[in-house]
């Protein structure tokens, strides 16, 4: 079973533009989050997508949305991109059973975005 | 605020010792514990997890303990190896529901000599 693929791996981008990294989860997965990791605030909550639907929201600006697809692929975008949001964002899918309950997460290894 | 806290930023531990990884956390609504490791330029993968129900759940070389009244949980393992030098992060869920949002620490870095 394939795992979790992110893409692009790196990305370089100057402060004012906007980004768009992809997201796979495993086949049958359908909750996909995005997670936000930088040193000096660890591993931080962005959002979460289910059925197409977003779920829960980390305390992030609206700079950042989301989405998702008929087939569980999420991409996520970071527009108007500012210094600080130079980070390595991770995706992670989990399964979730009929009654609501999801098992534990698995990650990408998550795209590293460079804002110069 | 931090709700779930991981004090010591690294540990340096001796191949086939006891490794300790300590975590606290200030929700009480936090029912589900889990923890990841994490290598670099790697995601974080799964260790091993523990509902408030229980106060230890043991895998292998991984046991997880949790004490709800002091809001701590601990990672040891044993015995440690050299391939277990990693981040280890704690996260943390108010049900037993992972998929949803998870809270982590700020991780230890665990670096066990040979």
């Known amino acids: 079973k394939a795992g979790v693929t992110q893409t692009p791996r790196y990305l370089i981008k100057t402060r004012g533009q906007q980004v768009t990294l992809s997201c796979s989860p495993i086949s049958g997965h359908r909750s996909v989050s995005w997670y936000q990791q930088t040193p000096g605030q660890g591993l931080q909550f962005l959002f979460e997508y289910f059925s197409e639907t977003q779920r829960n929201k980390g305390n992030f600006p609206g700079r950042f949305s989301g989405r998702q697809f008929s087939n569980s692929r999420s991409e996520m975008n970071v527009s108007t991109l500012e210094l600080g949001d130079s980070a390595l964002y991770l995706c992670?899918?989990?399964?979730?059973?009929?009654?609501?309950?999801?098992?534990?997460?698995?990650f990408g290894s998550g795209t590293q975005l460079s804002v110069l | 605020d931090q709700q779930v806290k991981q004090n010591s930023p690294s540990l340096s531990v001796q191949e086939g010792r006891i490794s300790i990884l300590n975590c606290d956390y200030t929700n009480s609504m936090f029912d589900y514990f889990l923890w990841y490791k994490k290598y670099p330029a790697e995601g974080p993968t799964f260790l091993i997890s523990i509902s408030s129900i229980k106060d230890k759940n043991e895998d292998g070389r991984f046991t997880v303990f949790l004490n709800k009244s002091a809001k701590h949980l601990s990672l040891h393992i044993v015995p440690s190896q050299p391939g277990d030098s990693a981040v280890y992060f704690c996260a943390a869920s108010p049900q037993d529901n992972a998929g949803n949002m998870l809270t982590f620490g700020g991780g230890t870095r665990l670096m066990v000599k040979p």
């Open positions: 992670a899918s989990s399964f979730e059973t009929l009654d609501g309950l999801n098992e534990k997460l698995f």
